[in-house]
């Protein structure tokens, strides 16, 4: 009896260690990167050297006079805004129509809502592009939030199809038969149980818009640029250590908002 | 349940109509013609593409390049949903937290600082100088083996999601079953949760493959200019060198590429679903 009890032990033993280290890799490999960001952008010389020789906060300073790059963050913020609001109420007429309908018609919908998360987006990008010129028309704010709802809703509609899919049937049922109307039903009883799974999807769906860079790339004209980007083509020229201090303030950004949507609607569960 | 809520779909697929099939019949359209006027009807751009060598190499590394980081992010990632579907309800919600991290931060953020970690002064590579395992700055930036390194890093949260999602739902009972009758912990993890938690990891592949294929920003910043891959292809030649047609006829390849392997794939998942509920 001895032996193969301890056999058994061994070999639990032995799954585990080999599961724990994988993870502990791939963890420290997908946090040190936001790490060496905040650590560089507070570098106090003219170069990305990492670790930085000294630290200052020089670079977040220089980003006060910044004027291209602040006129970018402005545009990205009014486009992710008008984006998520679109995306929102259009995500949420659609979700309660896909969530509780079986036709056929609605598969096929379900189908073409998502299909933009698994095409290539740049193509998508460019597609507008040559539709909006045949049209007559030229790059704009408008035609560019457009674009990037088709984009971002696929993050509001599977959080809230998700959320709507748990409903009990019967809490309709008892509203109704309460007297509530269609609407009212909606706002006092659907609207705060689907209040989580939508808040997680309009805050991707945000993330989504003010980090979209392949329908930006053809939609944006010189007047419009966006933030990401204005980084990219810093990035892809010269490594102006202000770029530094602008991801390092988008991280702090992204970690703030993010602490805030788990604590309200409990972003980790929303999306398992 | 009833006609009235199949209308609130209305105007969302009116706006995807409009602003989405739309723009992709036209793309279709102009891929067959030899002007942006559009004047006269071509299979040209099609003929030109499959022709030379250049375009479908271009195409086979993209494809290619979807596969190693794909496989680099199961890899990594079975792991990581394995030991959060067991590890206690406030330990997951901390891992699944920093999983989601990467995604959520600006990816020209993420790339950038996978610039100042790849670079010849890089943290690896001081590391490895320091460690003496090389004694020159090996070229990590503008090689593949990074683009696929920062690409699974990038994306693997989109391979860890589905698969803890069908790996929290598996009956734990099973598990023990299997130990009970003598199998160990190994043979558990290849016969009972790896066929059940299958359908997981298809779907992850599906999204951390379609993802990493199109990542344009991470392609053109870790594999600099000699490095192309297909956005990289449609984008020069859109923007580039002004030939909108034959761009048009590449977007339309590459999305015709990624829809049929999107089909094995779910074909694939859909077999591993019967599979798991014999």
Same mark, same amino acid.
């Given at each position: 009896?001895?032996?193969?009890?301890?056999?058994? %032990?061994?070999?639990?033993?032995?799954?585990?260690?080999?599961?724990?280290?994988?993870?502990?890799?791939?963890?420290?490999?997908?946090?040190?990167?936001?790490?060496?960001?905040?650590?560089?952008?507070?570098?106090?010389?003219?170069?990305?050297?990492?670790?930085?020789?000294?630290?200052?906060?020089?670079?977040?300073?220089?980003?006060? %006079?910044?004027?291209?790059?602040?006129?970018?963050?402005?545009?990205?913020?009014?486009?992710?805004?008008?984006?998520?609001?679109?995306?929102?109420?259009?995500?949420?007429?659609?979700?309660?129509?896909?969530?509780?309908?079986?036709?056929?018609?609605?598969?096929?919908? %379900?189908?073409?809502?998502?299909?933009?998360?698994?095409?290539?987006?740049?193509?998508?990008?460019?597609?507008?592009?040559?539709?909006?010129?045949?049209?007559?028309?030229?790059?704009?704010?408008?035609?560019?939030?457009?674009?990037?709802?088709?984009?971002?809703?696929?993050?509001?509609?599977?959080?809230?199809?998700?959320?709507?899919?748990?409903?009990?049937?019967?809490?309709?049922?008892?509203?109704?038969? !309460?007297?509530?109307?269609?609407?009212?039903?909606?706002?006092?009883?659907?609207?705060?149980?689907?209040?989580?799974?939508?808040?997680?999807?309009?805050?991707?769906?945000?993330?989504?818009?003010?980090?979209?860079?392949?329908?930006?790339?053809?939609?944006?004209?010189?007047?419009?640029?966006?933030?990401?980007?204005?980084?990219?083509?810093?990035?892809?020229?010269?490594?102006?250590?202000?770029?530094?201090?602008?991801?390092?303030?988008?991280?702090?950004?992204?970690?703030?908002?993010?602490?805030?949507?788990?604590?309200?609607?409990?972003?980790?569960?929303?999306?398992? | 349940?009833?006609?009235?809520?199949?209308?609130?779909?209305?105007?969302?697929?009116?706006?995807?109509?409009?602003?989405?099939?739309?723009? !992709?019949?036209?793309?279709?359209?102009?891929?067959?013609?030899?002007?942006?006027?559009?004047?006269?009807?071509?299979?040209?751009?099609?003929?030109?593409?499959?022709?030379?060598?250049?375009?479908?190499?271009?195409?086979?590394?993209?494809?290619?390049?979807?596969?190693?980081?794909?496989?680099?992010?199961?890899?990594?990632?079975?792991?990581?949903?394995?030991?959060?579907?067991?590890?206690?309800?406030?330990?997951?919600?901390?891992?699944?937290?920093?999983?989601?991290?990467?995604?959520?931060?600006?990816?020209?953020?993420?790339?950038?600082?996978?610039?100042?970690?790849?670079?010849?002064?890089?943290?690896?590579?001081?590391?490895?100088?320091?460690?003496?395992?090389?004694?020159?700055?090996?070229?990590?930036?503008?090689?593949?083996?990074?683009?696929?390194?920062?690409?699974?890093?990038?994306?693997?949260?989109?391979?860890?999601?589905?698969?803890?999602?069908?790996?929290?739902?598996? %009956?734990?009972?099973?598990?023990?079953?299997?130990?009970?009758?003598?199998?160990?912990?190994?043979?558990?993890?290849?016969?009972?949760?790896?066929?059940?938690?299958?359908?997981?990891?298809?779907?992850?592949?599906?999204?951390?493959?379609?993802?990493?294929?199109?990542?344009?920003?991470?392609?053109?910043?870790?594999?600099?200019?000699?490095?192309?891959?297909?956005?990289?292809?449609?984008?020069?030649?859109?923007?580039?060198?002004?030939?909108?047609?034959?761009?048009?006829?590449?977007?339309?390849?590459?999305?015709?590429?990624?829809?049929?392997?999107?089909?094995?794939?779910?074909?694939?998942?859909?077999?591993?679903?019967?599979?798991?509920?014999?």
């Amino acid at each position: 009896m001895h032996a193969p009890r301890h056999a058994l %032990d061994w070999e639990a033993a032995s799954l585990r260690v080999v599961f724990v280290a994988a993870t502990l890799v791939a963890m420290v490999f997908l946090i040190a990167p936001t790490i060496i960001v905040l650590i560089t952008s507070l570098t106090a010389s003219e170069s990305l050297k990492f670790p930085p020789s000294g630290l200052s906060l020089r670079w977040y300073y220089a980003l006060l %006079d910044a004027d291209q790059m602040q006129r970018a963050a402005w545009n990205s913020l009014i486009i992710a805004c008008w984006t998520t609001v679109i995306a929102v109420v259009l995500g949420t007429g659609a979700s309660l129509a896909i969530a509780r309908s079986r036709s056929k018609w609605m598969r096929a919908c %379900d189908l073409l809502f998502m299909s933009p998360l698994l095409l290539p987006a740049l193509a998508y990008g460019f597609a507008a592009l040559v539709y909006i010129n045949k049209l007559g028309f030229s790059p704009s704010i408008a035609l560019l939030v457009l674009g990037h709802v088709v984009v971002c809703v696929p993050f509001v509609l599977r959080t809230t199809i998700a959320s709507l899919s748990q409903l009990d049937p019967s809490l309709f049922d008892a509203s109704y038969s !309460l007297g509530g109307g269609q609407w009212m039903t909606f706002r006092r009883v659907t609207l705060p149980l689907i209040a989580p799974g939508l808040g997680a999807g309009a805050f991707l769906a945000f993330m989504a818009s003010f980090d979209n860079v392949p329908v930006s790339l053809f939609l944006a004209d010189e007047r419009t640029e966006v933030l990401p980007i204005h980084l990219w083509q810093q990035i892809d020229s010269n490594l102006d250590v202000r770029t530094a201090a602008a991801s390092g303030l988008i991280v702090i950004f992204t970690l703030a908002l993010m602490l805030i949507v788990e604590r309200m609607v409990g972003l980790t569960r929303q999306m398992r | 349940m009833n006609v009235a809520e199949s209308r609130l779909a209305l105007p969302l697929a009116a706006l995807f109509v409009a602003f989405f099939v739309a723009p !992709l019949v036209v793309l279709i359209v102009l891929s067959l013609h030899g002007e942006v006027a559009m004047r006269t009807w071509t299979l040209a751009n099609y003929v030109k593409f499959f022709t030379d060598s250049f375009n479908y190499s271009i195409l086979w590394s993209t494809l290619l390049l979807g596969v190693k980081a794909t496989l680099l992010c199961v890899g990594f990632g079975y792991p990581i949903a394995w030991l959060c579907a067991r590890s206690s309800a406030r330990m997951q919600s901390v891992m699944v937290f920093l999983v989601i991290l990467p995604i959520l931060t600006s990816v020209v953020v993420r790339t950038f600082s996978w610039i100042v970690i790849l670079g010849r002064q890089g943290i690896i590579n001081q590391v490895l100088l320091w460690l003496g395992v090389a004694h020159e700055p090996i070229r990590l930036l503008y090689t593949e083996v990074g683009v696929v390194m920062v690409l699974a890093q990038v994306q693997m949260p989109l391979m860890v999601l589905p698969i803890l999602t069908v790996m929290s739902k598996i %009956d734990p009972n099973l598990g023990d079953a299997s130990r009970v009758l003598g199998a160990g912990e190994w043979r558990t993890l290849w016969r009972i949760t790896i066929p059940l938690s299958l359908p997981g990891v298809i779907a992850g592949c599906i999204l951390t493959y379609t993802a990493c294929i199109t990542a344009f920003v991470t392609q053109t910043l870790i594999g600099g200019a000699r490095l192309i891959y297909m956005p990289l292809h449609i984008y020069q030649q859109a923007i580039g060198a002004n030939n909108w047609p034959f761009a048009a006829a590449i977007s339309i390849v590459f999305m015709v590429a990624v829809l049929v392997i999107v089909g094995v794939l779910g074909a694939i998942g859909r077999a591993s679903e019967t599979y798991a509920r014999p």
